[in-house]
């Protein structure tokens, strides 16, 4: 009689493993997997750049972006590059330049200042007036004084706005048209040899802290490729035409600021 019993309850479990096997293979059946039907999504491409500095090429999205131009690093951004463009600067390329002598390296830095209209700086933004001025797009008719230079070719290597903002107009291998008629320490026309830089200010009105913040800036990476400038105005290289910088410009403060030994600054760091 047990033999019976163990028999059949034998037979019980077995029969409740097979039929428990066969529902859970019906379920697996009629499962759905999720997105089975769906074909899998595209893996969009990176779009890649190339740094402008040392010609990398990166993912946009990896880089630094200044003026439309991109950069692999912040070091490389700042940097005077081999054309001499400086990256964070803003380009606003200017028709009046020219190729220098050849092998003919700057060893000047030459200190302007430019105010368009004049004085009208104290009022308005007008520094986009200074950069119409250099690329030979000044409209004659806006302003009496526009009619009398607008036919004037002259350009700068970079402007200094009363806001700090860096704009570079010619690269510093080339040679701009910002000196004129000049002479340093017996060595004629200055734009040969010199790089030149325009602050937007005129004669009788202090400068910002951010203009000198951005110069002593600019002067540090220029010094890095060009290490034997020396510093002058506009009116130490030209006496008989100009005064720029002028009585307010801190020549003083500028050789503290840029830590440039007194004998790159052969004029002296009197006020004049």
């Known amino acids: 009689m047990l033999k019976w019993i163990l028999l059949f309850l034998g037979v019980g479990v077995f029969y409740l493993w097979f039929k428990g096997q ?114 030979n797009t000044l409209d004659p008719n806006k302003h009496p004084y526009f009619a009398e230079i607008a036919d004037q070719k002259v350009s700068s290597h970079f402007l200094i706005t009363r806001t700090g903002e860096l704009v570079q107009f010619v690269p510093t291998q080339n040679r701009a048209w910002h000196a004129g008629s000049s002479s340093f320490m017996g060595r004629e026309k200055c734009n040969n040899f010199s790089i030149g830089v325009e602050l937007e200010g005129d004669g009788n009105t202090p400068f910002t802290e951010t203009q000198y913040k951005s110069l002593t800036q600019l002067v540090q990476k220029l010094l890095s490729s060009y290490p034997n400038l020396q510093f002058a105005g506009h009116s130490d290289i030209a006496p008989d035409r100009k005064t720029d910088p002028g009585k307010y410009f801190d ?6 600021e840029t830590a440039i030994a007194p004998e790159k600054m052969p004029y002296g760091v009197v006020s004049r």
């Open 22 to 135: 066969k529902q859970l293979k019906t379920k697996q059946k009629n499962m759905v997997k999720p997105n089975a039907n769906k074909a899998p999504a595209a893996v969009k491409p990176q779009t890649m750049v190339q740094c402008q500095y040392c010609k990398v090429h990166l993912p946009q999205a990896d880089a630094m972006v200044n003026d439309g131009r991109f950069y692999c690093s912040k070091e490389h951004l700042q940097a005077l590059d081999e054309r001499g463009w400086i990256g964070s600067a803003s380009w606003r390329v200017s028709p009046n330049q020219d190729v220098r002598l050849e092998n003919m390296q700057p060893d000047l830095l030459v200190i302007h200042h430019i105010s368009l209209p004049p004085g009208e700086f104290k009022n308005q933004d007008s520094s986009r007036h200074i950069v119409d001025f250099f690329q």
């Open 251 to 256: 020549w003083e403060r500028f050789q503290k």
